[in-house]
C-alpha cells in the first residue's frame, strides 16, 4: 500500500475492520429483544442473539476507535510517544 511514510497501514485496516463491526452493531440493533428507545427502527420478531451481540460489540468498537486515533495522533506528532503520559 502506497502513501504517506508516516502512515501505519495496520491501524487504517483495524479502522476499517471496525466500520463493518459497527455496520454490524447497527443492524443488530433493529433485532433486539429491548431495544434502545432512541433507536428508529425496531422490528417485532426480536431475537436474544442480536441483543447479546449488540451488547458485546458496542463498548469495545468504541475503545478501539479512540485508541487507535489517539495512536496515530501521537505517533505523528513531533515528539512521537512521549505524548502519551
Not at 48 to 60: E, G, R, S
Amino acid at each position: 500500500m502506497t502513501g504517506h511514510p508516516e502512515r501505519i497501514c495496520f491501524l487504517d485496516n483495524l479502522r476499517a475492520f471496525i466500520v463493518v463491526l459497527v455496520l454490524l452493531l447497527h443492524s443488530s440493533m433493529i433485532y433486539m429483544r429491548d431495544p434502545v428507545p432512541w433507536f428508529p427502527v425496531v422490528n417485532p420478531q426480536s431475537s436474544l442473539f442480536f441483543t447479546f451481540m449488540a451488547i458485546m460489540l458496542d463498548i469495545p468498537i468504541m475503545m478501539v476507535f479512540f485508541l487507535s486515533q489517539r495512536i496515530s495522533s501521537c505517533l505523528r506528532s513531533s515528539s512521537g510517544i512521549k505524548k502519551l503520559s
